[in-house]
């Protein structure tokens, strides 16, 4: 079983950063004052309001959640709104999502070859069906079986990883963790997972050495996984 993260991994982080994070930017305060008594989007706002602390009105919530996008925090929250917002992008055919040349080929050797695949990403499950639904190679939602988001827990917390190998029905030894981020690598270790930790070079110019991948084995692109895993 492989279990993919997207942005960094089967994705690049200029996509999510220079296209989808100001589009929902831009795009939260209209879709508060439209939708912001639709119970879902309520919901997701009343939490935000909750963590603000202070009495918090909605221009206020747009602020925060703004805030939160400039900062890149990956809250549950913030994933939900942001899921909502980008399907009108996605829909109007604003753009699809980036997807590395190399990822969608091997996603489809591994479906075809009876490989259970999943994702597990900060993005919400929405976000994510959306972002495989429209990707640059196509419609990829078919190739996943499951999909995590934080809902399951944090990416950099070990029991998330464990939760996920029992939803899979699989022992962790039986899940391949897919990866940019080391911190999560090690959380999926942790958990009994083995892990490849994915170096783009697009996204990360500076290579990560044996130190800095902390004994995950490394792979550039996803044609180099086969070899190792
Ligand atoms: C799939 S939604 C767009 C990406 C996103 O918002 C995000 O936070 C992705 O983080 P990841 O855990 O995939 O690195
Ligand atoms: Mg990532």
């Given at each position: 079983m492989i279990l993919?993260?997207?942005?960094?991994?089967?994705?690049?982080?200029?996509?999510?950063?220079?296209?989808?994070f100001p589009y929902a930017r831009r795009a939260l305060p209209g879709f508060v004052a439209a939708h912001?008594?639709?119970p879902e989007?309520?919901?997701?706002?009343?939490?935000?309001a909750t963590e603000h602390g202070a009495m918090c009105d909605d221009a206020m919530i747009v602020e925060t959640l703004q805030g939160w996008i400039d900062a890149d925090r990956k809250h549950t929250a913030l994933k939900a709104l942001q899921g909502m917002i980008w399907s009108s992008g996605y829909r109007d055919a604003d753009f699809t999502a980036h997807i590395?040349?190399?990822?969608?080929?091997?996603?489809?050797?591994?479906?075809?070859?009876?490989?259970t695949l999943a994702v597990y990403s900060s993005g919400s499950v929405p976000?994510?069906?959306l972002?495989?639904?429209?990707?640059?190679?196509?419609?990829?939602?078919g190739l996943f079986s499951n999909w995590f988001d934080t809902e399951v827990g944090g990416k950099r917390d070990a029991d998330s990883y464990a939760r996920i190998a029992d939803a899979l029905d699989a022992a962790p030894a039986e899940v391949l963790f897919l990866s940019d981020v080391v911190e999560e690598l090690d959380a999926a270790r942790?958990?009994?997972?083995?892990?490849?930790?994915?170096?783009?070079?697009?996204?990360?110019?500076?290579p990560r050495d044996a130190t800095a991948a902390n004994g995950h084995p490394r792979v550039t692109t996803f044609d180099q996984i086969d070899a190792i895993r």
């Open positions: 993919t993260d997207i942005e960094g991994t089967t994705s690049s982080i200029s996509f999510v950063k220079d296209v989808l912001g008594n639709d989007v309520r919901h997701w706002l009343d939490v935000v590395y040349p190399d990822a969608a080929p091997a996603l489809r050797r591994w479906h075809e070859a009876g490989e976000a994510q069906k972002f495989f639904g429209h990707s640059d190679a196509g419609d990829l939602t942790d958990a009994g997972m083995r892990t490849i930790l994915v170096d783009r070079l697009d996204d990360y110019p500076t």
